[in-house]
Nanobody, 118 residues
Framework: QVQVVESGGGLVQPGGSLRLSCVAS????????MGWYRQAPGKQRELVAH???????NYADSVKGRFAISRDNTKNTVYLQMNSLKPEDTAVYYC????????????WGKGTLVTVSS
């Protein structure tokens, strides 16, 4: 069984920074790509950033230059450094991990809330 758990959300003022973490644990062979998605109230879930197991990244246009995704393969952990936060970044942030256990499939965390407000 595979578990994906996010941490690091909270309340931050506009212009501030937060760092989210997500760890994949359990019984599996390897973690392929990992990513961060977010869902704001009344909106669909959207991709924020994505990183492969060899470090290739891509970002939503709305966060380019402000957010940075990275991962530690030895810890099966992915990070999202969020700088210059804006009120429109307020959302529940979900971690996604593509994992090979009995079969290759996507696993999701329960989400962590990020609120950007003064």
């Amino acid at each position: 069984q595979v578990q994906v758990v996010e941490s690091g959300g909270g309340l931050v003022q506009p212009g501030g920074s937060l760092r989210l973490s997500c760890v994949a644990s359990g019984s599996f062979f390897t973690v392929y790509y990992m990513g961060w998605y977010r869902q704001a109230p009344g909106k669909q879930r959207e991709l924020v950033a994505h990183i492969t197991n060899v470090g290739s990244t891509n970002y939503a246009d709305s966060v380019k230059g402000r957010f940075a995704i990275s991962r530690d393969n030895t810890k099966n952990t992915v990070y999202l450094q969020m700088n210059s936060l804006k009120p429109e970044d307020t959302a529940v942030y979900y971690c996604n991990a593509n994992v090979l256990s009995e079969r290759r499939m996507d696993y999701w965390g329960k989400g962590t809330l990020v609120t950007v407000s003064s």
